[in-house]
């Protein structure tokens, strides 16, 4: 089964600077997806970034970006100029390319703080 | 994206009872699904809502507990079904159209006294 790792539980960045967040996953398959998920404290699950596999150019999002390395199965996300509205709990993903129907993989988080 | 509605936002109920939460979309998706989060936790995917059928369950849920209807494409529900306090999470429904990513709903946070 794919498994998705988060090693940060907690991350804090000063308003305006730059923050990497950590995921690696497991998979056997070449064809997939990998997401970035912001949840608020509202609960509200809000798409950041998405990755396909079969592309080496990295995604970007305005100030999100990610760092994709298949071979290292590491799919890290960026953000830059920090804002107080980026705090949040991220969520990276993963889900199989097979007619963009399979379920959601998801790893247990990183809970970031973004410190005026 | 399409607009979601997750109905009750959040609810308390008694020990026995059942919940059911309603997950509308304003336009047609392929794909509908039903997730939950543990206090705490991260999402685990409960079932796939299948439009016309029975729902396909992950491992470790089962119908009787968590009932779910898809009478077409716009709509599903789901039933928490005789509440402990072990049920006490927040319910996502998540909706995919063709070649795109899952969005969702605002979550149910469910207390069970």
């Known amino acids: 089964a794919q498994t998705v790792t988060q090693s940060q539980p907690e991350m804090s960045v000063q308003e305006a600077e730059t923050v990497t967040l950590s995921c690696t996953y497991d998979?056997?398959?070449?064809?997939?997806?990998l997401f970035w998920y912001k949840q608020p404290p509202s609960r509200q699950m809000i798409l950041v970034i998405r990755?396909?596999?079969?592309?080496?150019q990295n995604a970007t999002e305005n100030r999100f970006s990610v760092n994709f390395q298949k071979a290292a199965k590491s799919f890290s996300l960026k953000i830059s100029d920090s804002q107080l509205g980026d705090a949040a709990m991220y969520f990276c993903?993963?889900?199989?390319?097979?007619?963009?129907?399979?379920?959601?993989?998801f790893g247990k988080g990183t809970k970031l703080t973004v410190n005026p | 994206s399409a607009v979601i509605s997750q109905k009750p936002s959040r609810d308390i109920c008694q020990r026995g009872t059942s919940l059911t939460i309603q997950c509308q979309v304003d336009?047609?998706?392929?794909?509908m699904f039903w997730y939950r989060q543990q206090p705490g936790q991260s999402l685990t995917l409960i079932a796939t809502?299948?439009?016309?059928?029975?729902?396909?369950?992950e491992s470790g849920f089962v119908i009787d507990k968590f009932p779910i209807s898809r009478p077409n494409l716009t709509f599903s529900t789901l039933t928490v079904s005789n509440l402990s306090p072990e049920d006490s999470s927040i319910y996502l429904c998540?909706?995919?159209?063709?070649?795109?990513?899952?969005?969702f709903g605002d979550g149910t946070r469910l207390s069970i006294l």
């Open positions: 998540s909706v995919q159209g063709d070649n795109q990513p899952q969005h």
């Open positions: 998979t056997s398959e070449s064809d997939y997806y």
């Open positions: 990755q396909e596999a079969y592309k080496q």
């Open positions: 993903a993963y889900e199989e390319d097979q007619g963009g129907s399979e379920k959601l993989v």
């Open positions: 336009s047609q998706v392929t794909m």
């Open positions: 809502a299948n439009q016309g059928s029975e729902a396909t369950y």
